[in-house]
């Protein structure tokens, strides 16, 4: 075909169709722009819309419609943004260094911060306002205007100028934490005086503290064994420190016997220290099953108030050898009575590979009913054990005297007490690597700690009254007694000092010669007293008595009145009123069967103030 009907078949391309050759489909662009750019949307409806929809066209021009909408609110979005003006605050600058560049928390440092007007505009007014972390030691600020209250007026700040303001303080923060502090730059600029503002943040972290930590413990440890180490803080600055708290996280199974400084919940709270301060905060106490090694922990923190700052973490290891010297208990509960002898039976054995030398095996405890807190076995028995060469093991059986009543001032345990006890051997240990004893240091192996229920304490006061503590009369008769003539006294039995239930409870005392039951009485819980005239004896009897160790405990009293005719062979005595008083029960806790016997009851009354000194009867009046 000629090129010239290529042309007129692209001239008409609208009518005639779409051209074959290259030459006509580029006279057809030429011609009918609108037609070639219109040709996408009409293939997309001849595709996407004809025969789909009942009225496809309008549907088709509705979403074209909502198409260019959203590229026009795009287009409009894009232009605004990047038409939006640059914040004047984006063009004033601020860079912060400290000195040294090791920040140490309870060390001095010294804060630069450098700002710079970059804007184009000289800022006005400018005032600029510094923040500080919390509990920082502010100790100088300077800058090249005055500084006061954290401010500076830094006047008129020209175009492109710079200035420094430096800091000098304290951190006191977490060790690995942030120290933020804060730059607030306010001004004025342009013609209209407009108002802006900066505001910068500069964060830093402090590496480690001032405040030196050092624990000292024994160089072999010995598993079940006793342990006495040291914890060491000092003060490496040069400024005072505030509260400090030492947090002990102990190795599994160790028990925390004492310290210098009291644990108060779970934490050593040491007070102020000062500048190159040193002090020592000593503990003792026993180590479990520990495996190999025991790792011994101590987190310190400055305290402000409520708020704790965590320092550098004390990790220390110790090597734990099993304890050639091993020993444990036993003990007959029956005789863990209150005024009796407790029998304790100590096992012992040498697992070790050395003979052990000057051994001495017993027990202790920490119990207010034990008049000393360690008893080892002497005699004879004793002197044989001095020495127990590898491989020996046997038993001991060592007996100690319990206090019959303790105050309630020793104790805070008022009912079902337990007594803790434990088995101890001392000894001398050979040098682990040459077993040599030269220079052998002396250790104490203690065996598993025992708790054992407290048979009840039994306390029975008896005594007589004329008057009553108040001063009250309620004896009658006269004073001194005389042949003859009654004279009638109270009677009181008191049950005091007992920790666990008692059921059931007998009290009963025999009447002396010549003395007579009124029936007058009264009590604090069950029935009254009953007397046997066959026996002359008066009893008492309760089901239940509770604990009455406590101070908050009702107080268990029987008091009856008595009354005695004194006869001529009584003169010049001071007869008893009640005798042969007992009291009987069984601790309902331990099921051991308990008694009390009370003091015998006479005219002689030298704790009542009218009645003291009026004991002995006197003849008859001629």
């Given at each position: ?7 007129k ?18 006279v ?5 722009p ?7 949307f ?5 595709k ?6 009942r ?7 509705f ?45 001095p440092s ?6 710079t007007n970059?804007?184009g ?26 500084i ?9 700040i ?15 923060g ?21 108002v802006?503002?900066?505001m ?7 590496t ?28 490496t ?26 644990l ?36 310190p923190?400055?305290?402000?108030g409520?708020?704790?700052y ?9 090597e ?18 209150p ?23 017993g ?13 080892v076995l ?10 127990i ?63 054992s ?29 005389l ?16 920790t ?29 007293v ?10 008492w ?5 509770e ?36 009291a ?15 003091a ?16 002995v ?6």
């Amino acid at each position: 075909m000629k090129i010239s009907d290529d042309i007129k078949k692209g001239m008409a391309c609208d009518s005639v169709g779409k051209p074959n050759s290259v030459v006509g489909r580029t006279v057809c662009v030429l011609a009918h722009p609108g037609k070639m750019a219109l040709f996408p949307f009409v293939h997309w409806f001849q595709k996407r819309y004809h025969g789909r929809y009942r009225f496809a066209r309008l549907t088709f021009l509705f979403d074209i419609f909502l198409v260019g909408l959203a590229v026009g609110l795009a287009v409009t979005g894009l232009v605004f943004f990047l038409s939006k003006p640059v914040d004047i605050s984006d063009r004033i600058y601020f860079e912060a260094n400290v000195a040294p560049r090791e920040i140490v928390t309870g060390a001095p440092s010294t804060l630069l911060i450098r700002y710079t007007n970059g804007t184009g505009e000289e800022l006005r007014n400018a005032q600029l306002t510094l923040g500080f972390p919390a509990h920082f030691l502010l100790q100088e600020i300077a800058g090249d205007a005055p500084i006061q209250d954290h401010s500076a007026n830094l006047d008129t700040i020209p175009i492109g100028a710079s200035g420094t303001i430096r800091i000098r303080g304290v951190m006191f923060g977490d060790v690995g934490g942030k120290q933020t502090f804060r730059s607030l730059l306010t001004f004025q600029y342009g013609e209209t005086k407009k108002v802006g503002q900066k505001m910068s943040f500069h964060s830093f972290s402090p590496t480690r503290s001032s405040l030196a930590l050092e624990a000292h413990l024994p160089e072999h440890l010995i598993a079940f064994q006793g342990v006495e180490g040291s914890i060491t803080y000092h003060n490496t600055g040069e400024i005072d420190f505030p509260e400090l708290t030492i947090v002990p996280h102990w190795p599994a199974g160790f028990q925390l016997l004492k310290s210098s400084l009291p644990l108060r919940q779970g934490h050593f709270r040491v007070p102020a220290i000062k500048a190159g301060q040193t002090g020592t905060i000593n503990f003792k106490g026993t180590l479990g099953d520990s495996g190999k090694e025991v790792t011994f922990v101590f987190s310190p923190s400055f305290a402000f108030g409520d708020t704790h700052y965590r320092q550098e973490e004390l990790v220390y290891t110790r090597e734990v050898l099993p304890p050639p010297l091993r020993v444990s208990h036993s003990l007959d509960q029956e005789t863990l009575r209150p005024g009796g002898n407790v029998t304790v039976t100590v096992q012992y054995e040498n697992t070790g590979s050395w003979p052990l030398k000057n051994v001495e095996i017993g027990f202790e405890s920490d119990s207010p009913f034990f008049r000393q807190r360690r008893f080892v076995l002497d005699g004879a028995r004793a002197a044989e054990l001095k020495e127990i060469a590898p491989g020996t093991h046997g038993s001991i059986t060592i007996t100690a005297p319990l206090r019959s009543a303790i105050s309630q001032s020793e104790t805070k345990e008022y009912e079902n007490i337990k007594v803790r006890t434990a088995a101890i051997g001392t000894y001398r240990l050979p040098d682990p690597k040459t077993g040599s004893l030269q220079n052998a240091s002396l250790v104490t192996s203690r065996g598993a700690e025992m708790s054992s229920t407290l048979v009840s304490p039994f306390i029975l006061e008896s005594f007589a009254r004329y008057t009553a503590p108040s001063g009250d009369q309620i004896g009658r008769g006269p004073l001194p007694p005389l042949v003859g003539t009654e004279t009638k006294y109270w009677v009181f039995w008191n049950i005091r000092g007992t920790t666990n239930r008692l059921e059931p409870v007998h009290i009963e005392g025999a009447l002396g010669p010549n003395v007579r039951f009124t029936g007058r009485q009264t009590v604090s819980q069950n029935q009254g007293v009953v007397y046997d005239p066959a026996t002359r004896t008066i009893r008492w009897d309760a089901n239940t008595i509770e604990p009455t160790l406590s101070p908050e405990s009702r107080v268990v009293g029987i008091a009856f009145e008595v009354g005695i005719t004194p006869t001529a062979d009584q003169a010049g005595t001071a007869p008893a009123l009640v005798t042969e008083i007992r009291a009987t029960a069984t601790d309902h806790v331990t099921g051991v069967f308990v008694s009390a016997t009370g003091a015998t009851v006479t005219t002689n009354l030298p704790n009542d103030a009218r009645a003291a000194g009026n004991a002995v009867v006197e003849g008859m009046l001629h």
